[in-house]
């Protein structure tokens, strides 16, 4: 069955730098949904990439997905204490109807 | 205008006890989706109803879980014999279109003992 892996698993920077987590599928998607996760919460929607090599900008945090729509990546500049949480990527298989997880990125912010 | 609701918030039951957890999707929201997430992992798909019509179900794990939604709106998991591998947080998650963004309700934490 279609799988996403994520990596790292885990990441603690120092506030101010950079970070990057990276998602792969096992399968051509199309598309690819991020997510944010604090602590305690439910995942938040972050945004939506469709098209392939697509980059799209949110202010500190840059999404890409590849050009063959497999994989897709989330990069934070100059990380601040309020990007703590769990990132998570999560693939939609064409003619799919389901997402399906990574097992996320744990960001801890060091201030 | 409020969000996706879930209740309980909270759940404890013992071994073999039937339990119901309900999801109230945003308004209008024509497909509603279950997770569940284990501790450190992402969600993991169980179900994805569009309108009334449980469109798949292929994520159940066995027959114990039971998923409905009889009038494309309040949505019921319910699970039968709970076992503690059961245990885990179950997320609801609405959406205009099952190719739009999710909206995730708070989850239900669930504890079989």
């Known amino acids: 069955g279609q799988q996403v892996m994520q990596i790292p698993q885990y990441q603690h920077v120092q506030e101010g730098e950079d970070f990057t987590t990276y998602c792969n599928s096992s399968?051509?998607?199309?598309?690819i949904q991020w997510y944010k996760q604090r602590p305690g919460g439910h995942p938040v929607f972050l945004i939506q990439?469709?098209?392939?090599?697509e980059v799209k900008k949110q202010k500190r945090l840059t999404f890409q997905f590849g050009e063959a729509k497999k994989n897709s990546s989330l990069h934070i500049t100059a990380t601040q204490t309020t990007d703590v949480g769990t990132y998570f990527c999560?693939?939609?298989?064409?003619?799919?109807?389901?997402?399906?997880f990574g097992a996320g990125t744990i960001l801890r912010v060091k201030s | 205008g409020a969000g996706v609701s879930q209740s309980p918030r909270y759940k404890v039951a013992k071994r073999g006890q039937d339990v119901a957890l309900r999801c109230d999707p945003i308004?209008?929201?024509?497909?509603l989706f279950w997770y569940q997430q284990a501790l450190g992992q992402g969600p993991e798909f169980l179900t994805y109803?569009?309108?009334?019509?449980?469109?798949?179900k292929s994520g159940l794990p066995s027959d114990r879980f039971f998923a409905e939604r009889p009038e494309g709106s309040v949505s019921t998991l319910k699970i039968q014999r709970t076992q503690q591998e059961d245990s885990a947080v179950y997320l609801c998650?609405?959406?205009?279109?099952?190719?739009?963004?999710?909206?995730f309700g708070p989850g239900t934490r669930l504890t079989v003992l």
């Open positions: 998650a609405s959406s205009f279109a099952s190719y739009n963004e999710q909206f």
């Open positions: 399968t051509t998607l199309s598309n």
């Open positions: 990439l469709v098209k392939s090599g």
């Open positions: 999560a693939g939609l298989r064409e003619y799919g109807n389901k997402l399906v």
């Open positions: 308004s209008g929201h024509v497909s």
């Open positions: 109803f569009q309108n009334e019509a449980q469109l798949d």
